[in-house]
């Protein structure tokens, strides 16, 4: 403020800083509000799917170790059964930040092992492990996504937080200092004019 220049010019240039920095306060206040609700909206989905994927999980294991305890190690078995390379990971953007998207192509079961060798319970360890698959890529997209929104969102809070508390207050005070100091210098060149005046009219 003690290098701002009391000048018309400058004030006008201080009121569009000042319409400026109110603007991008109300704008990263609706992006943070924004990304709080869909990281909400994430923390629900990601409990749900956690509160799930252990019970999913356990089946799982539950079935394979049955499966080893009737079949023998099943180690053979499963080296018949094709390595899953369907991930896709893409992107989609809220509000500028960029959320994992990560797609698997549905299971196709098919028997890799043959029916005469093996039982039920190795059928049912395949189609546990392909749901718990499923769910893991899901928590992962979810947890992913939950993080990334959590730091956009404290760099959000931050800019905002340093418009409204710094910005701001720091446009106004220069305002009311350019303002004030305009009024005064008008007041004196008033003072000045009327003195100037009054001399001239007692010199004639």
Do not use: H
């Amino acid at each position: 403020m003690a290098n701002t220049v009391p000048t018309k010019a400058n004030l006008m240039a201080m009121q569009k800083s000042l319409a400026l920095a109110k603007l991008g306060y109300e704008l990263m206040d609706r992006k943070k509000n924004i990304l709080v609700r869909e990281m909400m909206q994430l923390i629900d989905e990601a409990k749900e799917v956690d509160k799930n994927i252990n019970a999913v999980f356990q089946k799982a294991y539950k079935s394979l170790q049955m499966a080893n305890i009737t079949l023998g190690l099943c180690s053979n078995y499963v080296r018949n059964v094709p390595i899953d390379d369907s991930f896709e990971v893409d992107c989609k953007s809220v509000m500028g930040v960029e959320l994992p998207t990560i797609t698997c192509e549905k299971t196709e079961y098919k028997n890799y092992y043959g029916f005469d060798t093996t039982n039920s319970y190795l059928d049912e360890a395949y189609f546990n492990f392909n749901e718990a698959k499923r769910m893991t890529v899901r928590l992962a997209q979810t947890q992913s996504s939950i993080y990334r929104l959590a730091d956009a969102i404290k760099k959000t809070q931050k800019r905002a937080n340093a418009l409204n508390n710094i910005m701001i207050p720091q446009f106004t005070r220069d305002i009311k200092y350019i303002t004030e100091a305009l009024d005064e210098k008008e007041r004196e060149d008033f003072t000045r004019l009327k003195v100037v005046k009054r001399n001239k009219e007692n010199t004639e």
